[in-house]
């Protein structure tokens, strides 16, 4: 079993930058594939970014690519999302989860935060 706890969201203008973060309870986080993904309203989840266990690969989404980055430090259980050059349209409740799978596709990971809301006025 992994718990994971996303912090980090908040209130941004356009243009500015956040970094979220996805605490991981348990001894086995760096067995484990890590993604962020995200739901606006009236919209269904999708793919933001993924890193593999030891943090050698990474794979973004073409709306954030260039301006979001995924980290992880095993040693601290926590992946990170460092978001810059916000938009209005990257509003949306942003998760992290985990998977025994590199992958974009959300119902191959197995774990999932709650979400922790990011919002960006335009």
């Known amino acids: 079993q992994v718990q994971l706890v996303e912090s980090g969201g908040g209130l941004v203008q356009a243009g500015g930058s956040l970094r979220l973060s996805c605490a991981a309870s348990?001894?086995?986080?760096?067995?484990?594939?890590m993604g962020w993904f995200r739901q606006a309203p009236g919209k269904e989840r999708e793919f933001v970014a993924a890193?593999?266990?030891?943090?050698?690969?990474?794979y973004y989404a073409d709306s954030v690519k260039g301006r979001f980055t995924i980290s992880r430090d095993n040693a601290k259980n926590t992946v990170y999302l460092q978001m810059n050059s916000l938009k209005a349209e990257d509003t949306a409740v942003y998760y992290c989860?985990?998977?025994?799978?590199?992958?974009?596709?959300?119902?191959?990971?197995?774990?999932w935060g709650q979400g922790t809301q990011v919002t960006v006025s335009s």
């Open positions: 989860a985990a998977g025994a799978v590199f992958t974009t596709a959300s119902t191959s990971y197995t774990y």
């Open positions: 348990g001894r086995t986080f760096s067995s484990y594939n």
């Open positions: 890193i593999r266990r030891s943090g050698g690969s990474t």
